[in-house]
Every structure is written in C-alpha cells, then in structure tokens.
C-alpha cells in the first residue's frame, strides 16, 4: 500500500471561518501512513516556514496535511 500526502493551506483571520488559500501535493509517496503522517509535520513547518514566513502573522496561516492511499477516490 502507498500513500500520499496533501498539505491544505488555511487562513485563520476569522477563527470561526478559516479560508482555504491552496494546496501543495508532496511528490513523494510514502510506503506506510505512519511515514506519511510523520512526514507531514515535518513538511507543513518547513512549508510555513520556508514558503509562507512572510504572511504567517499578518494572514494567521496554519497548515492542515492528510494522507491518502494511493488509487484511493477523494
């Protein structure tokens, strides 16, 4: 079984109505979910991080990630 991860990026000014911006396929993919899912909160800081720094306060950004199977309908 193989996995996927997908990174949904989300701005959080109206707490009560996070906005959804975009997201980030990773081109890898993942032999168990547990790499997966690990590897997704390695990504999701470095993504912020490296990608969003700039925005993360102005835009209260926050990274939500999830792993799919791979062939797995969405």
Do not use: W
Not at 19 to 25: F, K
Not at 41 to 51: C, F, G, I
């Amino acid at each position: 079984m193989k996995f996927v991860l997908t990174l949904y990026l989300f701005s959080f000014v109206d707490i009560q109505n996070p906005v959804p911006l975009t997201s980030h396929i990773i081109p890898l993919e993942f032999n168990t979910y547990k790499d997966c899912i690990l590897y997704g909160y390695r990504a999701s800081h470095n993504t912020l991080k490296e990608v969003y720094g700039d925005r993360i306060e102005d835009e209260k950004l926050a990274i939500k990630f999830g792993c799919r199977q791979v062939g797995e309908k969405v």
